[in-house]
């Protein structure tokens, strides 16, 4: 007996929870990892002048990385009105990587050497956010490889993701740049 189309569109839907869970066990991993592993004193920064200025740097280009996800994913849809060039899948797909890859020193440095601190709602944000990040990004690409899960899970899960990132850079880099100015 074959399945009624209502059996079909919620069995698809509920596949989704595996890239969910998934996804949240990165994101509760990652913060469990944060709050409980001690506080590291040692600092790396590459060839700029401190760890902070790296951070706030990276996580800028990280947000302008983000920024072209966004675009190019609205067009590649069909939301800007304008024909997608066929060469924008690789555009949308190496500002993704770019992203993650660009972030990875930056949250190395958050969640080794600082942690998941509660010091004010800010910070608790930031921490929460950038955990939720990589939980959501492990999520994306799940979805992007289940073939058999409903059209509206990729935009919804790749909202949460672009919200993540956006969310944790307002709380660190914008937030210093705003308060203390250029670091040093
Ligand atoms: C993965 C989980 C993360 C945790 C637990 C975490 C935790 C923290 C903490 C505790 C601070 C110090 C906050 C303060 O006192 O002002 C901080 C700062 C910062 N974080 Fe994160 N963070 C995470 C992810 C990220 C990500 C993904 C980014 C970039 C996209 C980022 C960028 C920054 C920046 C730019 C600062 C300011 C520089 C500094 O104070 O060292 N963080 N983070």
């Known amino acids: 007996m074959t399945d009624r189309p209502e059996d079909q569109i ?26 409980t592993h001690a506080a590291q004193h040692v600092s790396w920064h590459g060839p700029f002048p401190s760890m902070v200025s790296m951070k706030v740097w990276l996580t800028v280009a990280v947000l302008v990385f983000a920024a072209i996800q ?4 609205l067009w590649m849809y069909g939301k800007l009105g304008i ?21 990875l020193p930056v949250a190395a440095a958050c969640l080794w050497v600082l942690g998941l601190h509660s010091t004010d709602t800010r910070v608790v944000l930031h921490g929460l956010l950038g955990c939720l990040f990589y939980g959501a990004l492990v999520a994306k690409v799940l979805v992007l490889r289940g073939r058999r899960l409903p059209g509206w899970a990729l935009p919804v ?19 210093w740049l705003s308060t203390h100015g250029i670091p040093t």
């Open 83 to 103: 024909a997608s060039p066929p060469w924008l899948g690789k555009v949308h797909r190496a500002s993704g990587g770019l992203a993650f890859l660009t972030s």
């Open 157 to 175: 899960v790749a909202g949460v993701l672009f919200t993540a990132v956006v969310g944790a850079a307002l709380t660190s880099a914008v937030w």
């Open 10 to 35: 919620s069995t698809r839907a509920s596949l989704l929870a595996i890239p969910l869970l998934i996804g949240a066990v990165v994101a509760v991993g990652l913060g469990v990892f944060a709050r």
């Open 70 to 73: 966004l675009v190019t994913a």
